[in-house]
């Protein structure tokens, strides 16, 4: 891909799709953006208007002199409005997006150098006014995963992880016109990262994931706080089966909570690390779970939001699939979704990549049941240190409508790997093409395998394969669903 100073968008605006199944128009798209710079998509929120609002960090990796980006995006994928914020002498970082009662955008980031960071809030309109702009001097530094929620009372909660030395949470409760209410410094003599914070349906306190150990010493990785309305922490839980950093907590109504995160599976080689959702009661008991990605490669779920839903008929997960264990990478990796229903029944699940190194930061559930992938890729022989951003929206099937004619298929229901590989061939998918046929074939269209789906992971034996290329097809009725290639070493 070329480069060119000047901000551009490459487009491929895909199709409008109209869906009987759910009554409402649904669209999908696929949008990069690209420049000299590094960037990468923090969140998005869904406008008034039906178009969508991205925020992103743009700047430079080798120096870690970054800005913000707000995108304007219409339901077709087409950029309609942008707004760089750039603060002469200071850095300024957005991680979340927060709508107000008055149908203003609440921006929740930081702003500073390190030695000198505050907790920033941008309040601005739809059409990207901007409404007010401040900042406020919290005595911390190295100040992370900065987030925020309107809560019962209209205040908003900001909240996040901060420290002279070590880190732990605080939250911030304030007026939506940036009047300091409360603060709270969760202090204490560990190390404590806050990923997600959840106001309880009853408007009795809130819920908060940390990983880390407030206090309390435990074996597990994370605990789950309760607080009072006054922030106070009144309860302390571990999380569950050893589950690590990336936290989400959704709270859909009064008898249940999600909880998403990480696992590493213990002694498996090569390293196996999934991602994990949880349905548990209020009682933080687990009612169902459910883990989304290929065994024998390394799966994070999206680094700062992975779960939503408009409601439960339409749960989205999300992450990345064959994740390096660093920024840049020569992986071939890809953005990993998941629909699962309540109850946490995977209904399918999709890949999209595989081509480049790609990293999902976060994702967006849509009032027309679709959701939105919002994250980054980079080829590091061509692009060095820099990323560039793809924000991709599919339907409630997770399709994403090719153009007419076009038969390069974007999003995959099966994988193939390793790619190279050699003795074996490993299909991940998802179960909507279960019982559909996989047909291997050489570049001279014979067919050398036909297998039939039945559970995920399934493993095909390669030895007696010569080496080379070839083209793998899953077919469903005869009718073509997916298709890919493999490489087969020595």
Request: proline share 3%; net charge negative; hydrophobic share 40%.
């Amino acid at each position: 891909m070329g480069r060119n100073k000047a901000f551009y968008i490459s487009l491929l605006l895909i199709a409008f799709i109209a869906s009987t199944s759910v009554g409402l128009s649904q669209s999908s798209f696929e949008v990069t953006y690209s420049s000299d710079f590094d960037e990468f998509p923090v969140d998005g929120i869904e406008l008034s208007d039906g178009s969508y609002l991205i925020a992103a960090i743009q700047g430079d990796f080798s120096t870690q002199q970054y800005h913000c980006i707000l995108l304007k995006i219409n339901p077709y994928g087409d950029t309609i409005q942008s707004l760089i914020i750039e603060k002469e002498g200071k850095e300024n970082f957005i991680g979340d997006l927060v709508r107000g009662t008055n149908g203003s955008i609440f921006c929740v980031g930081k702003i500073g150098s390190s030695m000198d960071e505050n907790l920033w809030l941008l309040n601005i309109s739809e059409d990207l006014n901007i409404l007010f702009d401040t900042s406020y001097s919290l005595g911390l530094f190295n100040l992370t995963n900065y987030f925020g929620f309107t809560n019962w009372e209209d205040n908003l909660i900001l909240f996040g992880t901060g420290g002279l030395y070590d880190s732990h949470p605080f939250i911030f409760r304030l007026t939506q016109m940036g009047d300091s209410l409360q603060y709270s410094y969760l202090e204490d003599s560990g190390n404590e990262i806050a990923f997600s914070m959840h106001q309880k349906p009853d408007s009795s306190g809130y819920i908060m994931a940390i990983y880390g150990h407030y206090q309390v010493m435990m074996s597990n990785a994370g605990q789950l706080l309760t607080l009072d309305t006054l922030l106070n922490v009144i309860n302390i839980d571990s999380i569950p089966l050893f589950l690590s950093l990336y936290y989400n907590i959704m709270y859909p109504d009064f008898e249940h909570l999600y909880l998403t995160g990480h696992l590493t599976v213990p002694f498996s080689n090569p390293r196996t690390d999934l991602l994990v959702i949880m349905r548990m009661d209020s009682s933080k008991v687990i009612l169902d779970t459910a883990y989304l990605g290929p065994a024998d490669t390394i799966n994070y779920p999206g680094y700062l939001k992975n779960l939503d839903f408009v409601d439960l008929s339409n749960l989205y997960f999300g992450g990345t699939c064959n994740q390096a264990l660093g920024t840049f990478s020569t992986n071939k990796s890809y953005y990993l979704l998941g629909k699962l229903s309540p109850s946490l029944d995977i209904l399918w699940q999709k890949f999209y990549g595989g081509d480049m190194y790609y990293n999902l930061w976060s994702l967006l559930a849509t009032s027309d049941h679709g959701c939105i992938l919002m994250g980054s890729f980079n080829d590091y022989a061509t692009m060095g240190m820099q990323r560039d951003m793809l924000i991709i929206k599919v339907d409630s099937t997770g399709v994403l409508t090719s153009v007419q004619g076009n038969d390069n298929l974007v999003l995959h229901d099966l994988i193939a790997y390793p790619n190279p590989g050699q003795d074996r061939l490993i299909l991940e998918f998802g179960p909507q093409v279960s019982g559909s046929d996989f047909v291997l074939s050489d570049l001279n269209g014979k067919e050398v395998l036909v297998i039939k789906l039945n559970n995920s992971p399934q493993i095909v034996d390669a030895q007696k394969l010569k080496q080379g290329l070839y083209v793998w097809k899953v077919l469903s009725r005869g009718n073509l669903v997916d298709s890919g290639k493999w490489i087969k070493k020595e």
